[in-house]
Every structure is written in C-alpha cells, then in structure tokens.
DNA sequence: GCCGTTTTCGGCCCGACTGTTTTCAGTCG
C-alpha cells in the first residue's frame, strides 16, 4: 500500500498554491478560499485522504474546484495548476513574503519590472540605489527594505511565552498600572508568540514619549496605534478609552479568524463590529461596551474566554450557551511530574513536600529519571528502593501535600521500558517518555509508543512529541494512533506544563478528550521556580478545551489512587 | 473559490499607518 499523503502534506501543497497565486495577482477571494481550505485541513482530526470528492465537498470551506485539487493531490502528490504555477514563479521569490513590509504586489513589481528573483537581488538592488527609479518607490521604501532584510536574517524565531514575559517586562515601565492589558496572542495562551499586542487606555502623548528609551526601533507612531521593536520583536501597542476598552480588547486580542467570524455574525443582523463597538449599519449609531462581557452579550453570545477564540466551534456554542467551563488555576489539586536530587534536579524529597504544601497542593508526583538514561543519573531498581524509604518518611512528617513514588521511565529504542515490570509495578504512579532515538520514522515511533500504552503499569506518556520549543521539532508520530491507544488502555496523556515543551499542543489535547482520554499536566520541574510553570499547562489545556473532568490531576488524591488501580 | 431562512449571483471584516502621492495603494494585524 502507499503511504497516504498527511493532512499536513496537502495543506501545505495547498498554502503553497495560495502564495504563487498572490504574487501572480489573482483573485483575492480566490486566495483566500485556498488559504483558509488548507487551514482547515491541517487542523482536521480525520485523515482527508481518505474522503472522496462528494465527502470533501461536504467540509465547510472545501467546493468542488478544491475537492477536485485534493483529490489530484492525494492521487499524484501535486496538482495540474500548482505546477503550472511553479514553472512560471522562481521558487526563490517565496522568500520574499517573509520581508516585513514586502507583500505580493511589492514582489510581483520587482519581479517583472527589474526581476529581482530572491533576498540577495533585492539587497543588491537597493544597496546600489537602484529600486528609487521605479514608480511609487522612494528612498525610504529602499532602506525599508534594507532593514527589513537585516531583520529577517537575524529573527530568532517565534518567541516562547517566558521570553514574551521578558519584552513586556521591558514595557511596563511606560504604562501607569492598571492601565494596560496584553492581548494578542499571549492572551489567547498559546505556546509560541509572534509579537506582543498591547492595549492600553494611557493617553499617546504620555506613553508615545515614555516608549522613545525603552525601545530598539519605533516602526509605527500615531494616536491610535504605536508599533515598536524591542528585544528584536515586535510589539503593538492599541490607544483606547475606558468606554471602548471591551470591544478594543477583542478586536486585538483576536484570533484574526475569531475576529472575521464575529463581523460576519454583525453583519447578518445589520450591524458592524469594530474596535470601537458595534454600530448599526443603518443610522450608524455606535454602541460602546467598557468590558469585553457587554460586547459579547449585546451580540447575543456568552462570554467566550480568550483561550478559545480560533473560531473552532466556540462561537456558534456561546450563541447556544454552551460554552465548556473550562479548567482553573484552582481546580489543580496536584503536580503530576517533578523530579528531585535523587535524578537530576535540584531539590530534596523534603523540599518538594514543602514547597507542595505552599502551593497548596495535596499530592505532588516524584517521577525521577529511570537509569538507562546515562546522562541524568537516573534511579536503578536499588536506589528506588532508597528512594521509597526516604518519601514515606517525608510523609510521616505531617504535611498537607503527601508524595506520591512514581518514576519518569524511558521507552527504549525497542518500545521496551528502562525498568523491569516488577519494579514498576511497585509504584504508584508511572510515567513513561521517550528521551532517544528520535530520529525513528512515522510508523516505528508510533509503535514504539504504543508498545509503552500497552505495558499495564504505565499511567502517563510524558511530553508525547519530544518537542522543544524553536530548537527542536516534534519527532514524527501519528498521534490518532496513540490518542486511540491510550482510550483502550485507560492511559493518560500529559500536558508538560514547561514553556520550551508546551507538549501536547491544544488541538492533541482537544482531540484525546474528544476520545474519552484524560490529560495530566505536569511542570516537569527540576528546579524550585519551575513549580510555577503550572499556569502554562492549564492555558494551554484550557485552549484544548478542558474541563476538569478531562484533567486527571483535578482529581482528589483517593480518586486518582482509585483511577490508577 | 465558497457560500446562501435576505441571495444560486454578488457578495466576501475592518481600520491604522506609511510612503508616495495630490487621492490612494500596499501592508499589517
């Protein structure tokens, strides 16, 4: 049999169609219906190849002209017009959509007009004056482009949430406080950051001022917006008043697609929604909300919390009531992976208790590194043995938050674990995580893990793809495959609360729950301060829609014993 | 190209800011 092409490989082949189009200056609806067609598909649970032509066209966003694309893509691994499209573009000139103020007409003009192909001729032409000559560019546009290359060329990527933390802490000096909000995307909790979006209500002769020595660049100055470069990220900064706070705080905190959805809505009922309210279209009557609660409820809708606005569902939900209550802060009544001195983190048995204890916790998982795991000193049959001596002292001292003996056991090259079933079997709690090997192909890795699922006395899959946040991928696996596994074998699957993991993302999360798969988030600590991870972990579940019947560690410590046995 | 209890044709979210212009196109979020 062939391998079937992934839904990721067809959206990509589709975005990829989106992107030749635009800088060929076709229609932009056009574009669009292939942009939001392969969003769709790559954020779909099911595998598209599998669908027919009348079965795609029954998915909302795909017509016959993309079902019929998708078909010749599964069939042949490309498509007629993709092709045709690719003789005609040099593939370099892709690259240029990356360039901050570049777009596709930019390209399309440099292109024909003086066939700048790639980074390096645009560089070249602009660096030698060059570009001024052409119609509607000036020097300003030349040097704009200059920088902007400079930029993309020593970009670090997308941000982690702990290093968006450090570019607004570098801000927050500007703001009076309580006067300003971060919105964007690291409102909507999730895992990676692009750039920061502030609101604020100070006023933009104060703050615009303030900004001028906090800031690498400003990129934009007016009375309504600012745009600034710290840290070498971009940061966007929204002026409102108090009145129009609520509708300036959805309109930037977004997703984009929530926003398009919510203006689609308004418009059905002869209204427009903006940022500075909702106005009826026929006297143009503008009604302002100081809170996002009163916008949400004029247009009908319960308040939908930050962390589900993708337009996934959530808004047709909040129209009906039906919104999810989602898991809180609160309703975590333990941490599910910590690690002490006797692997390799830092802290004592006696330490992790207490600091459990302040947290308010009343159990906490010491999951320590098995041994064949060389590099981080991990625990052999003997020292755990040790190890099981030391906590049950520790709980006789007296403290609210009890520790649980677990172990972060590895899943051999061979599916195999680190330890034998006898000793794990004497646990309470048993984790099991890939830490080698990752190199493995889609279908042994898959296996491997399953092999994990199926050993009776593991629990948890911790961090489930191996990824690291910008440093290194997730290995590949197919993760319905594990997500079903884990339904038949009673498994949970983590939700590792560091912010360099984040792993599982939000929509494996959305998925296991949808199967009945119960999510245990861990902060995988080593260190005291990683304690306070946890908050990352329930953002991140919360945008996997959780509740905290979905959450294993909402569970008191008698029910989860009970759910391990 | 997609979509429809206003529509099977004619719409498709909405606004801020810049640079290059004499009124607007392009880009961004």
């Known amino acids: 049999m062939a391998t079937e092409i992934s839904n990721r490989g067809i959206a990509s082949r589709l975005l990829l169609l989106s992107e030749l189009l635009e800088i060929t200056g076709d229609n932009v609806f056009k574009i669009r219906a292939f942009y939001r067609a392969a969003d769709i598909i790559e954020r779909s649970n099911s595998p598209i190849s599998q669908l027919n032509i009348y079965n795609l066209t029954l998915v909302p966003g795909i017509g016959p002209a993309i079902a019929k694309k998708v078909r010749e893509i599964v069939e042949t691994g490309t498509c007629n017009e993709l092709e045709v499209l690719r003789a005609m573009v040099p593939p370099t000139l892709l690259e240029l959509l990356n360039l901050e103020g570049v777009g596709p007409k930019t390209i399309a003009v440099l292109w024909k007009k003086m066939n700048i192909q790639s980074i390096d001729d645009l560089e070249r032409a602009a660096t030698g004056r060059r570009i001024r000559s052409l119609k509607g560019f000036g020097e300003k546009k030349e040097q704009g482009f200059l920088r902007s290359i400079a930029l993309y060329r020593s970009a670090g990527g997308r941000m982690n949430r702990l290093e968006a933390e450090a570019v607004i802490n570098k801000l927050a000096g500007s703001f ?29 002769l104060v703050i615009n001022p303030e900004l001028q020595h906090r800031v690498d660049e400003i990129i934009d100055e007016g009375d309504r917006k600012t745009s600034v470069r710290v840290l070498g990220q971009r940061v966007d900064i929204r002026f409102t008043r108090e009145p129009q706070l609520g509708s300036m705080l959805i309109y930037l ?31 143009g009557t503008l009604h302002e909300f100081s809170t996002e609660k009163e916008m949400f409820s004029f247009l009908g809708l319960q308040e939908i919390p930050p962390e589900l606005r993708e337009n996934q569902g959530e808004i047709e939900l909040a129209g009906r009531f039906q919104l999810p209550q989602l898991i809180n802060p609160s309703d975590i009544k333990g941490d599910l992976h ?52 030391e906590i049950e002292r520790v709980n006789r001292t007296g403290r609210t938050c009890t520790l649980l003996h ?5 899943i051999l090259a061979n599916g195999s674990l680190g330890l034998p079933d006898r000793v794990l079997a004497g646990l309470d709690l048993v984790i099991a995580s890939v830490h080698s090997g990752f190199k493995e192909d889609r279908d042994t890795m898959t296996r491997r893990v399953i092999m994990a699922l199926d050993n009776e006395n593991v629990d948890i899959i911790g961090h489930p793809t191996g990824r690291l946040l910008g440093k290194r991928p997730s290995f590949e696996i197919d993760m319905s495959r594990i997500i079903d596994s884990a339904r038949e074998t009673k498994t949970s699957l983590e939700c590792n609360a560091s912010p360099w993991r984040l792993d599982l993302d939000a929509d494996d999360i959305r998925n296991s729950t949808k199967n009945g798969v119960r999510i245990s988030i861990g902060t995988d600590t080593h260190q005291e301060d990683e304690f306070l991870h946890m908050p990352h972990g329930i953002t991140i579940a919360r945008r996997g829609w959780c509740s905290t019947v979905n959450i294993l560690n909402s569970l008191s410590l008698q029910e989860l014993l009970d759910w391990v046995s």
Do not use: M
């Not at 690291?186 to 933009?204: L, N």
């Not at 984009?256 to 006297?283: H, P």
């Not at 390799?344 to 159990?363: F, M, R, W």
């Not at 590194?369 to 052999?380: N, R, V």
């Open 253 to 283: 905190t977004g997703s984009k697609e929530f926003n398009i959805r919510l203006r689609e809505i308004a418009i059905g009922s002869g209204r427009k929604v903006n940022e500075y309210g909702v106005q009826a279209r026929a006297d």
């Open 406 to 410: 677990g172990i972060e056991v590895d």
């Open 338 to 389: 910590v690690h002490s001195n006797w692997s390799d983190g830092s802290l004592t048995l006696d330490q992790i208790a207490e600091k459990g204890e302040a947290l308010g916790y009343t159990y906490i998982l010491c999951s320590d590194h098995s041994a064949s795991l060389g590099i981080t000193h991990g625990l052999d049959e003997e020292k755990l043995q040790q190890q099981a001596h």
């Open 176 to 204: 009076a406080p309580g006067t300003w909000v971060v919105a964007g995307s690291y409102r909507r909790g999730k895992s990676t950051i692009g750039d920061i979006d502030i609101v604020t209500t100070g006023s933009p």
